[in-house]
């Protein structure tokens, strides 16, 4: 299996200010074929079922603002929210999606300072 | 409009089978390239991924549970189930379904989700 190790657990953020979450992969999820990093990140807020929010690393989905963005290639991955919202507190996970069993990190809880 | 809607037993109790149905609408399980998959969630705890199944009826299964684990579609009735045997405390969880794709396993449109208490 695929292991997803996110970093940190936990961050607290001013509003307006950047929060970047990190995600590593214990083996490249870059599809050589196509060049593509089998790579998503959801948000969970509470009580709610996650949030597709990035797929292909970096690819936004559809109504998402552009304040998220991600990057990375290969193992290592980022997710940046570029300036923080109230209404961006919530859990991140990274999923792989390179094989199965899909695997997910173990999250990031992202707050207000 | 595309929905998910996961529904089944709130309580099980140990070594009972849970039958989970999802039934979607908004899009068709016989569309080339669609699956559906199932995802739990325990309480506090991160995503883990169960067993997907694709239009063409080709099914994947999570290898530590695939003993555990059927999935079937009925295309006609736009529903996905989801069978766990032996079930036990440890698989106390909130279970989502989810659309996934075959060429990108993410999972962009996931059910409510419903909580499954295992418990005697």
């Known amino acids: 299996d695929i292991v997803m190790t996110q970093s940190p657990d936990s961050l607290a953020v001013s509003l307006g200010e950047r929060a970047t979450i990190n995600c590593k992969s214990s083996q490249s999820v870059l599809h050589s074929s196509n060049n593509k990093n089998y790579l998503a990140w959801y948000q969970q807020k509470p009580g709610q079922p996650p949030k597709l929010v990035i797929y292909w690393a970096s690819t936004r989905e559809s109504g998402v603002p552009d304040r998220f963005s991600g990057s990375g290639s290969g193992t290592d991955f980022t997710l940046t929210i570029s300036s923080l919202q109230a209404e961006d507190v919530a859990i991140y996970y990274c999923?792989?999606?390179?094989?199965?069993?899909?695997?997910f990190g173990g999250g990031t809880k992202v707050g207000i300072k | 409009q595309i929905t998910l809607k996961e529904s089944g037993p709130t309580l099980v109790k140990p070594t009972q089978t849970l039958t989970l149905t999802c039934t979607f609408s908004g899009f068709s399980l016989s569309t080339s390239g669609v699956g559906v998959a199932w995802i739990r969630q325990p309480p506090g705890k991160a995503l883990e991924w169960l067993a997907l199944i694709y239009w063409d009826g080709g099914d994947r299964y999570r290898p530590s549970l695939e003993s555990r684990l059927t999935i079937t579609k009925d295309t006609s009735k736009n529903q996905v189930v989801l069978r766990m045997t032996n079930m036990d405390p440890v698989d106390t969880a909130t279970y989502y379904c989810?659309?996934?794709?075959?060429?990108?396993?993410?999972?962009?449109?996931w059910g409510r989700g419903t909580l499954v208490t295992v418990s005697s």
């Open positions: 989810a659309r996934t794709y075959y060429d990108g396993g993410y999972f962009d449109l």
């Open positions: 999923q792989q999606y390179y094989n199965t069993p899909r695997t």
